[in-house]
């Protein structure tokens, strides 16, 4: 069983930044393939950004590419989702995932993909 925190959401301007965190359980958190996805208000869930086993590769949603970064650390069995320019329409509440199968490269954008979700973190973006 892996559990999964997330923090660090909050209520900005557009043009700010905010910085994410998803503390996870578990020894094995090095092994897992980790993704964030949003859910706003009204809508299904959408992927946004996902980070292999290492770190040494992302993938992410065309609308949220370039202004938001994934990263990890797994000795602390955190990622981060380091978010800038925020938008209106980036107003979600954000969780982080994990996938525990899949191959070591493989970076789903699904959510059936992945096997453990975190309880989410709003995310509020005012004009």
């Known amino acids: 069983q892996v559990q999964l925190v997330e923090s660090g959401g909050g209520q900005v301007q557009a043009g700010g930044s905010l910085r994410l965190s998803c503390a996870a359980s578990?020894?094995?958190?090095?092994?897992?393939?980790m993704g964030w996805f949003r859910q706003a208000p009204g809508k299904a869930r959408e992927f946004v950004a996902a980070i292999t086993r290492t770190g040494g590769g992302t993938y992410y949603a065309d609308s949220v590419k370039g202004r938001f970064t994934i990263s990890r650390d797994n000795a602390k069995n955190t990622v981060y989702l380091q978010t800038n320019n925020l938008k209106p329409e980036d107003t979600a509440v954000y969780y982080c995932a994990a996938d525990v199968k899949s191959s070591p490269y493989y970076l789903a954008t699904a959510m059936a993909e992945y096997d453990y979700w975190g309880q989410g973190t709003q995310v509020t973006v005012s004009s």
């Open positions: 578990g020894r094995t958190f090095s092994t897992y393939i």
